[in-house]
């Protein structure tokens, strides 16, 4: 069973590495949003991890995944970023709120989800249109 988890977080970070190629930029800060076949949170929060390792700074990821019609997210926002303008908690609920869902956590990390995976890309947008708001404040 080890192997098996340990084979399928090797699978969610090499998915999620490939998501910063493909970073959208607001405001100078790179907003990277990533499916991850088959992942729970802690997988995504380890997938964000190694991303984080990778982008060093000035970017927010949201990495979700869809399981038996649920969808799992996390939104990881960097450390120079988390705090007073951009809260990973603030953009998770933001998203969340278009998947029928909700979630929280710390300023830097936050788990969620929600039970209308077909409304992800309005999650995402929804993420989106948050962080340029608080980045244009």
């Given at each position: 069973r080890r192997q098996v988890e340990e084979a399928r977080g090797e699978r969610a970070r090499a998915q999620s590495a490939r998501a910063a190629e493909s970073a959208r930029e607001i405001h100078g800060v790179r907003f990277i949003h990533q499916q991850i076949d088959g992942a729970d949170h802690n997988m995504l929060a380890q997938a964000w991890d190694a991303l984080?390792?990778?982008v060093a700074a000035k970017a927010v990821g949201l990495?979700?995944?869809m399981v038996d019609g649920q969808v799992n997210m996390v939104v990881g926002v960097t450390d120079d970023l988390a705090g007073a303008k951009l809260k990973a908690g603030d953009v998770l609920q933001a998203a969340a709120a278009e998947i029928g869902g909700k979630g929280g956590g710390r300023p830097n990390l936050a788990r969620g989800g929600g039970n209308i995976p077909g409304?992800?890309?309005?999650?995402?947008?929804a993420a989106a249109g948050l962080i340029e708001n608080r980045l244009s404040e």
């Open positions: 984080k390792g990778e990495l979700y995944s409304n992800i890309d309005r999650a995402i947008e």
